[in-house]
């Protein structure tokens, strides 16, 4: 056989981690990395946090998985803490972002095709450089190539208008329009917080035709801009909101959140899943909120994510024809670069023991565990430093 047991979608690297202690991951051979890449946003307590993981036991040991034909407890203790914290209604629960994001295109549809509807409104305006998924109708979401080729045709019901541009959204808006889906700070796009006038803009559109504003928050949510989630930022509600990442802490666990009027069309029969809002999950989302859901913890989000931003603005100078700006909100940063970044990523993982992860537009992403603190900041600091002075881009 010369196909790898584990199908090789992925291209791996050497990193082979088997333990996580607080901010690090620890390698087969007993190499520690600093992880400031938190599972691409997802390890947002780090890796051995004592309330998530006594949640998770405590779970395991009475019930982990019974179907969502009985009555959930559980579910319905997370879902109103996520209604009590947001614009939402009522949430359907997912194993992963890409569910999250299918639920919530499906909620936008239903809405329209609901018998007090406009059946013809079938298609999402949704914006270049965007990332929603791996399923057959998130990558057709998507305009990037890269990811359709070898899978076509793609679904219809999708048109592509450019990011942080209004009137290219304007332009696109039809008889045939079920409303918008965009990331607010896109994270696989290069850390690229939407403008106030552009999301304003959006919303005043989705006012003005009805139709529904659908945020993917699967990244940018759950206290990693220093807010519960990015859309506070701009001062606007969604009508239906994907989220993930981070609301398990690392365990998998999804949702989609929607007003009351949005989940219209979402009655019984609609939608299901087999694992969603299984009680084991369920824990891990509740030790989550328990953690992050209050104003001090926020406040603390966006306190270190300054911090730790005004060092990395003074740092970059040092290396003008390394890199270019850094942006971002809370501690969900980018460092732009002059270069592409791929290549410093890997040698920051490979000769530094530092973890990030590259994105693009030539951006390197910084998503350290919203509990990393000072020591590890500086030690942040050190192997960046370190990496910029021994990199050499065109070796």
Known sequence: ?????????????????????????IDEDGTRYLDFASGI??????????????????????????????GSPQGEELAQRLVDKTFADTVFFTNSGAEAVEAAIKTARAYHQHEDGDSNRTELITFTNAFHGRTMATISASNQEKMHKGFMPLLAGFQYAEFDNLESAKALVSDKTAGFLIEPIQGEGGIRPASDEFMHGLKAMCDEHDLMLVFDEVQCGVARTGKMYAYEHYGI?????????????????????????????????????????????MAAGMAVMDAVANDE????????????????????????????????????????????????????????????????????????????DDAEFDEFMEKLSAGAASFHPDA
Do not use: W
């Open 41 to 70: 946003a997802v390890n947002l307590l780090g890796h051995s946090h004592e309330g998530l993981i006594g949640a998770i036991q405590r779970q395991a040991e009475t019930l982990m998985h019974v179907s969502n034909l009985y």
């Open 1 to 25: 056989m010369s196909i790898s047991p584990l199908m090789p979608v992925y291209p791996r690297c050497g990193v082979r981690p088997v333990k996580g202690d607080h901010c690090h991951l």
């Open 297 to 372: 913890f926020l406040a603390e989000v966006t306190e270190k994510g300054e911090r730790l931003r005004s060092r990395l603005e003074q740092f970059i100078g040092n290396y003008p024809d390394l890199f270019d700006f850094v942006r971002g909100k809370g501690l969900m940063l980018g460092i732009r670069m002059k270069v592409e970044s791929r290549p410093f990523f890997v040698h920051l993982r490979d000769n530094h023991q530092l973890l990030t992860v590259a994105a693009g537009d030539q951006t390197l992403r910084v998503l350290p565990p919203l509990v990393a």
């Open 237 to 281: 509600e969604p009508d239906i909101m994907a989220s993930a990442k981070g609301i398990g802490g690392g365990f998998p666990l999804g949702a989609c959140l929607a007003t009351e009027k949005a989940a219209r069309g979402m009655g019984f029969g609609t939608h299901g899943s087999t694992y969603g809002g299984n009680p084991l999950a």
